[in-house]
Structures are given as structure tokens and as C-alpha cells.
């Protein structure tokens, strides 16, 4: 029997990076699987792939409702659908402002409050955000997607504050730059990106970029009962940017 054998478990934006290398290291240990996504299109069985938008709040009661009735309950959820976004103060419309915070923290809002009816059911209930180092590390053009991410880390405090007299365990990762998908596709953008690429590893303090899986292995032990003591924690998985 493996460590997460009868625990269900929910990933949003489990379709693509982070959240893929989550849902299967979850699913490698044993629990049972649910990814929300945007675009469940790629996700394998034996994970269960469900559309939905952490911007919509129908969408997400829906989505989760019916990845419990898959599941049969819901102990683990993950919250780890997020979006970028670049520039100064001066660089982003209110519009853009509202689209990715409705995303980052509302989103985690959202599909929160639909799940913790069927968390308090659990006997073994946590929830683990994705948060950022960019949450509290000052990063240069990244006005808008720091707010947000401090936001998440201020959030997840709040709520394993607020849950945690009912055994239900609140924690973040804050993960450094990882190689996903979506840092694939910023990487893309630029004139050289193979020589853009060797640059950002060489920013880094252990001259390579975080993986996907190693933020996945955060995610799953705070997810974990081995993890019980564990709660309003922010977990940096950053090779070591923030600390050195
Ligand atoms: P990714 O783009 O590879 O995957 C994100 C997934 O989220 C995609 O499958 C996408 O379809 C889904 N998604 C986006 N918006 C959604 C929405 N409105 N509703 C439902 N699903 C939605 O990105 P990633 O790099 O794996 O990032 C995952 C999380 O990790 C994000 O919260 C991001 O902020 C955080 N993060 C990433 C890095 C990094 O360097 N990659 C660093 C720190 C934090």
C-alpha cells in the first residue's frame, strides 16, 4: 500500500507543468486524481480531466462537484491554476489587473469555497496553493503577477488560520523559476531563445532551473499526512534565489 492509497485529490490547472508533474506524482503515490483545467485535453487516464475556469464561478462549483462525485470525496486540493503577466505599474490596464488577479487569487477562492464542504468530510483534509518567490522576493516587471502571488501567500496564512480548529491543513510553495511549459513559451518569445535560456539558468544560483517535478514533491508531502503538523507554511522550492 503506498503512502496516498484512499486519499482523492483535485488539481487545477493540473493539465500542464506544475500541476501535470502534481496530479501524476499524486497519483504515483497511490491517491486518486482529479484535474480541473482549461484544457483537459492532454491529461491520461488513469486521471480524471474535468474543464472548467477558476475565473468562473459556476464553471468551478460544477467542475468540482462532479470531480467529487468521480472521486468519491475529496481530501487533497490543490490550487495551481495561475497566469502570467509582465511589466511595471505603468504597463498594465485595471482590465489586465482584474483578469489575472481574477485568476491567481479569486480563482483560489473560488474553487476553495466549493471544496470545503467536501474537505470537512475528510479525516485527512489539506489544501496547497502555488504560490511564488515573487510573492515576497521584489522581482523587477512583474508588478502585477507579484501582487497577486503575495496575495496568495497572505491568503493562505488567512485560511489555515481560519481552518485549522477543524484539522484542515493550509500550506503553500513558492517555487523559483521552473522549467514548464509556460516559461517554454516566454523562452519562445525571445530573438535567441536557446542563448536566452542558458542565461536564465546562469541567473540562477544553482546554475539551472527549477523542475517541475521537484515543486511536485513539495506539493505532495504538505498534501501528505506526513505532513500533519504542517500548516499556514510557505514553502520555498527556489534553489536556493531567495536565501543565498
Ligand atoms: P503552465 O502554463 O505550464 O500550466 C498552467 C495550467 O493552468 C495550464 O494547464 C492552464 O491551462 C491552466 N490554467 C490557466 N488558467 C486557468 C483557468 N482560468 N482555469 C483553469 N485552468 C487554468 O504553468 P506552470 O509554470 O506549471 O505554473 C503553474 C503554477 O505555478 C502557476 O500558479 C504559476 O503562477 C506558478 N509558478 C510557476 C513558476 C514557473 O517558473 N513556471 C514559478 C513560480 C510559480
Not at 47 to 64: C, G, K, N, Y
Not at 155 to 164: F, I
Amino acid at each position: 500500500m503506498s503512502e496516498l492509497t484512499g486519499l482523492k485529490a483535485l488539481v487545477t490547472g493540473g493539465a500542464s507543468g506544475i500541476g501535470r508533474a502534481t496530479a501524476e506524482l499524486l497519483a504515483a503515490r497511490g491517491a486518486e486524481v482529479a484535474v480541473l483545467d482549461l484544457d483537459p485535453s492532454a491529461v491520461d487516464r488513469p486521471l480524471r480531466a474535468h474543464l472548467a475556469d477558476v475565473s468562473d464561478d459556476t464553471s468551478v462549483r460544477s467542475a468540482v462537484a462532479a470531480a467529487a462525485d468521480d472521486l468519491g470525496g475529496l481530501d487533497i486540493l490543490v490550487n495551481n491554476a495561475g497566469i502570467g503577466a509582465a511589466g511595471t505599474v505603468e504597463d498594465n490596464a485595471d482590465t489586465e489587473w482584474h483578469r489575472v488577479l481574477d485568476v491567481n487569487v479569486l480563482g483560489i477562492v473560488r474553487t476553495t469555497r466549493a471544496a470545503l464542504p467536501l474537505l470537512r468530510a475528510s479525516d485527512s483534509p489539506a489544501i496547497v496553493n502555488t504560490c511564488s518567490i515573487a510573492a515576497t522576493a521584489g522581482l523587477p516587471q512583474r508588478a502585477l503577477y507579484s501582487a497577486s502571488k503575495g496575495a496568495v501567500q497572505a491568503l493562505t496564512l488567512a485560511m489555515a488560520a481560519d481552518h485549522v480548529r477543524e484539522g484542515i491543513r493550509v500550506n503553500c510553495v513558492n517555487p523559483g523559476t521552473a522549467d514548464t511549459p509556460w516559461v517554454g513559451r516566454l523562452l519562445n518569445r525571445a530573438p535567441d531563445p536557446v542563448a536566452e535560456r542558458a542565461a536564465l539558468n546562469a541567473r540562477q544560483p544553482m546554475g539551472r532551473l527549477v523542475t517541475a517535478e521537484e515543486v511536485a514533491a513539495a506539493i505532495v508531502y504538505l498534501a501528505s499526512p506526513a505532513a500533519a503538523s504542517v500548516t499556514g507554511t510557505a514553502l520555498a522550492v527556489d534553489g536556493g534565489m531567495q536565501g543565498l
